[in-house]
Nanobody, 128 residues
Framework: QVQLVESGGGSVQAGGSLRLSCVTS????????LAWFRRAPGNEREGVAA????????YYADSVKGRFTVSHDSAKSSAYLQMNGLKPDDTAMYYC?????????????????????WGRGTQVTVSS
């Protein structure tokens, strides 16, 4: 059974940093992409960053490029999202998800797929 468990959320002031973790189990970790999404109240779900653990390829949404860094640790079957320079607009529930994506398929980025497996999320709140 595929499981993803997020942690590391919290409340910070604008300009602060947080590091989210996503521990995975129940599948071949290096086989698929690991992605971070977020959803703020009243907003659509937004893809934030993705990584293909097998070769370290990454992708970032324009809204977080230069501020967020996605990484992974194969030994721990875990992915991370380092978030620096946080803004109030980053306030959202953050989720990790896994499945095929352009990075794992060797294709140009074609958008955020509908991943099959999701964690339950961790809340990030940024105050001004």
């Amino acid at each position: 059974q595929v499981q993803l468990v997020e942690s590391g959320g919290g409340s910070v002031q604008a300009g602060g940093s947080l590091r989210l973790s996503c521990v995975t189990s129940g599948y071949a970790y290096n086989r698929h992409c690991l992605a971070w999404f977020r959803r703020a109240p009243g907003n659509e779900r937004e893809g934030v960053a993705a990584i293909y653990p097998r070769d370290g390829l990454t992708y970032y949404a324009d809204s977080v490029k230069g501020r967020f860094t996605v990484s992974h640790d194969s030994a721990k079957s875990s992915a991370y999202l380092q978030m620096n320079g946080l803004k109030p607009d980053d306030t959202a529930m953050y989720y990790c998800a896994t499945g095929p994506c352009a990075l794992s398929l060797g294709l140009p980025w074609y958008g955020w797929p509908d991943f099959d497996h999701w964690g339950r999320g961790t809340q990030v709140t940024v105050s001004s």
